[in-house]
C-alpha cells in the first residue's frame, strides 16, 4: 500500500508565498517522477511542475519564475515553494508519483490541499 500525504495548503493574501509538501509512503522500492497538479473550481486539473528522479524540472509557463519544485529523494518527498501568489492561482494542488512498488510501477496521488489566495 502505498500513500501520498499533502501539506501546506491555506489561505494567503496576493503576493504571498507557500510550501506545499508530499511524503509518499509504504511500501515501495523506487520514486520516479513526482509532481504538482492543481485544479480550480470549475475547470479541469492541470500541470503545475514536474520533476525526474535526476531532478530534471517542468513548469507550467502560468508559475514560470514564481514555483519551485524540488525533491529529497531519501525522504520519497517532494515539495512545491509558490512565490508571489496571485488570485488565479487559488486551486486545490495534488501530489503526484510514479513509482516502483510492490506491485510494479504505477502512478499515485494526494488526497490534495487547498491553497486560496484572497485578499
Known amino acids: 500500500q502505498v500513500q501520498l500525504v499533502e501539506s501546506g495548503g491555506g489561505l494567503v493574501l496576493p503576493g504571498g508565498s507557500l510550501r506545499l509538501d508530499c511524503a509518499a509512503s509504504?511500501?515501495?522500492?523506487?520514486?520516479?517522477?513526482m509532481g504538482w497538479y492543481r485544479q480550480a473550481p470549475g475547470k479541469q486539473r492541470e500541470l503545475v511542475a514536474t520533476?525526474?528522479?535526476?531532478?530534471?524540472?517542468n513548469y507550467a509557463d502560468s508559475v514560470k519564475g514564481r514555483f519551485t519544485i524540488s525533491r529529497a529523494n531519501a525522504k520519497n518527498t517532494v515539495y512545491l515553494q509558490i512565490n508571489s501568489l496571485k488570485p488565479e492561482d487559488t486551486a486545490v494542488y495534488y501530489c503526484?508519483?510514479?513509482?516502483?512498488?510492490?506491485?510494479?510501477?504505477?502512478?499515485?496521488w494526494g488526497q490534495g490541499t487547498q491553497v486560496t489566495v484572497s485578499s
Open positions: 503526484h508519483a510514479n513509482l516502483w512498488g510492490v506491485a510494479g510501477v504505477a502512478d499515485y
Open positions: 509504504g511500501s515501495i522500492v523506487s520514486v520516479n517522477a
Open positions: 520533476i525526474s528522479s535526476g531532478r530534471i524540472t
